[in-house]
RNA sequence: GGAGUCUUAGCUCAAUCGGUUAGAGCGCUGCCCUGUCACGGCAGAGGUUGCGGGUUCGAGCCCCGUAGACUCCGCCA
């Protein structure tokens, strides 16, 4: 059955409104207004109707009279939720008591005259006021879940971020320089995503993981102070705060120390978070080196937000009869352990799942403390003596009440099972005292190498590019490369790294070598990376960068734990778009143009 | 590549020890309602309990397989 159209038309000489949804206050009454927006609620009193209108700036209640309006009235009684309309009206102060103060607006009203409906919507398939709905249908939805003002505001401040960002590089002498998105394949670092060529068959592009080698080539350009908001592809298996396609704040510099570039970051956190948070943060941030954070929070992130760190207890325990630790000092490694103020009371099971987590991370096992009425309730207790015990008392600082935990083994599997371990313990006493808390620190001389033992081979810790510390360059020719600090960087906040960088090697003789430690051999060498050690060759000068990710910022500074809350339209878990249900096996003909055949699924 | 948790109405969840016709709130449909803002009232529709198999007199619940979701390990220079 054929349905009568009615299509509003609107010249050019009309406008659709004359003020936001957000705009109105009791100083405007009197004033005749039209708004444009989505119907958010509709509470029809069979004469009186109310609607709340929505749009991008915020929420007006519009009120329809009967007795005064009759025709739109009887409009907005067939109105639904989420129709987009119209309304005009005046402005008018709302009755004594009636006034909403959770709205912006909720000292006025519009007095609606004229009902004009542009689109009636169906009903939706997810309630947009609703927080825990099934992620798929979100993203399914994306357009409908972007409607929620929490993701408008998300949005938002990823903009203030980016747009903060452009006008302090601004300001600070840097041009903001694109480089290409199809780069070129690289052996080190994360999985790339392959684009083939169809010009040259069985050739293929790789999406840039970072701009890395474009940045250091731009500063062998002479171009001194570059940075981009560059979008970054890294085909790895997800977790809640990483993504397939995210963008960096990239940024490199020449006749630049480590020092001038904490510098830098330092200022653009600040203003950043001045824009979004309306807070001040202090400065100069904490600094940190590597080996301290693992040894007092287990952790190259740590989180500042609460105490109970990690003591060392090798002195204590050097000449124990207990084996476990004993064994574990005899055999070169670590006894630390964390004391939890007051959380003798943790419950057996809570105790099994530590003693889990403990296992996952490489530990053996979980030893612990409980000191209950004057007691030490432990399996480990009655191999201590009296002076170890006491010795423990005055390193933790026991007392009635407490819990302790132990971690033996070598030093990074303790460092980390502890870092662990600590993290959990913080959640389940609730350590995390105010959800407004902003811990930065800088934590500096990160190792340069790391022996992979899977691999059998030492592998860069951030990027083969890195400056080997000035004082330690000897160490790499006499073969110690475990030693070996970086002139490296992160930036930590709340325990997340936010951002990364080094000083780059500027010389092609000793990136030449540091390839050759990472197993990469002179030919490969002139295979992967000839432009970069020929440019190096040509007066390249002295040069540094840091990247900082974006999406991850972003969600600190709204305080959400999933990635895909800041990101307009992200890809799930496994990578797909649901919405565009990307990707899609290709046309055949597409495929003969690249020369690709498509090998069946076994 | 591996581990854990989960999957019941459009949405969010419940269903006692394996026991009769699988329930609730929201949403939806219809009617009523003139100051609400979580409006209210009455009535109603809506289910292959992800899918396949097994155990049992009887399965949403137990077992096996499979698919999907989330989180984590490996991985992410």
């Known amino acids: 059955m054929p349905t009568a159209l009615s299509v509003v038309c609107f010249s050019d000489f009309m406008t659709y409104r004359t003020h936001h949804c957000g705009a109105l206050r009791k100083a405007d009454s009197g004033s005749r207004v039209t708004l444009c927006g989505w119907v958010d609620s509709r509470r029809d009193h069979g004469g009186v109707v109310f609607i709340d209108l929505r749009d991008r700036n915020g929420i007006t209640q519009v009120v329809f009279r009967p007795e005064e309006h009759a025709e739109a009235a009887s409009a907005a009684h067939g109105l639904r939720v989420e129709d987009v309309v119209q309304v005009s009206g005046s402005v008018a102060p709302r009755l004594t008591g009636t006034e909403n103060t959770k709205l912006a607006t909720g000292e006025i009203e519009i007095v609606a005259d004229t009902l004009v409906i542009l689109n009636k919507a169906d009903v939706l398939p997810f309630p947009l006021d609703e927080d825990s709905v099934n992620e798929d249908l979100r993203l399914e939805h994306r357009y409908l879940d972007l409607r929620r003002p929490a993701m408008v505001r998300n949005l938002t401040v990823r903009h203030k971020v980016v747009k903060t960002t452009r006008d302090y590089f601004d300001r600070q002498g840097f041009l903001e320089i694109e480089t290409p998105v199809l780069s070129k394949s690289t052996p080190e670092g994360a999985r790339e995503f392959l684009v083939p060529s169809r010009i040259f068959p069985g050739s293929f592009y790789a999406l840039s993981q970072s701009p890395q080698q474009y940045k250091q080539l731009l500063m062998v350009a002479g171009l001194e102070r ?63 080196t590597y080996q301290e954070a693992m040894n007092r929070y287990g952790s190259d992130k740590p989180d500042r937000r609460f105490g109970l760190e990690l003591i060392t207890l090798d002195e204590v325990f050097k000449a124990s009869e207990f084996k476990v630790f004993r064994g574990a000092l005899d055999n070169g490694g670590t006894v630390k352990a964390i004391n939890a103020k007051g959380f003798a009371g943790i419950t057996t099971g809570q105790i099994e799942g530590l003693t889990e987590l403990a296992k996952q991370y490489g530990a053996k096992g979980l030893a612990f403390i409980k000191v209950e009425n004057g007691e030490w309730k432990s399996p480990i207790a009655k191999f201590l003596t009296d002076a170890e015990k006491q010795a423990l008392v005055s390193e933790l600082g026991i007392e009635e009440g407490d819990l302790i935990l132990f971690g033996a083994g070598d030093w990074e599997t303790v460092c980390n099972v502890l870092g662990r371990i600590r993290l959990r313990v913080a959640e389940l006493q609730k350590l995390i005292t105010d959800p407004n808390a902003l811990e930065f620190l800088w934590v500096v001389e990160f190792p340069l190498l790391a022996y992979n033992a899977e691999e059998q081979k030492w592998n860069a810790v951030h990027h083969p590019f890195t400056r080997p510390h000035a004082d330690d360059v000897a160490l790499i020719d006499a073969g110690e490369y475990g030693k070996v600090r970086a002139q490296a960087y992160d930036v930590v906040l709340n325990g997340v790294e936010i951002g990364g960088g080094s000083i780059r090697i500027h010389e092609s003789d000793l990136q030449a070598k540091l390839f050759e430690v990472l197993g990469i051999s002179p030919e490969k060498q002139q295979l992967l990376f000839p432009h970069l050690l020929k440019a190096f060759r040509f007066g390249a000068p002295p040069h540094g960068g840091v990247a900082l990710g974006v999406d991850r910022l972003v969600m600190l500074a709204v305080g959400t734990e999933n990635i895909r809350d800041v990101v307009a339209f992200p890809k799930n878990n496994r990578g797909e778009d649901l919405m565009m249900s990307s990707p899609t096996p290709a046309e055949p003909r597409q495929l003969r143009e690249l020369g690709i055949q498509v090998a069946r699924k076994a």
Not at 251 to 266: G, K, N, P, V
Not at 273 to 282: H, K, L, S, T
């Open 226 to 288: 570059y940075f981009q908001i560059a979008k970054c592809f890294r085909d790895e298996d997800p977790r809640a705060d990483r993504i397939t396609e995210l963008t960096q704040v990239d940024l490199e510099a020449s006749f630049i120390t480590q020092e001038d570039i904490i510098e830098l970051i330092e200022g653009l956190l600040v203003e950043i978070f001045r824009e979004v948070r309306g807070v001040e943060i202090p400065r100069p941030f904490l600094r940190m």
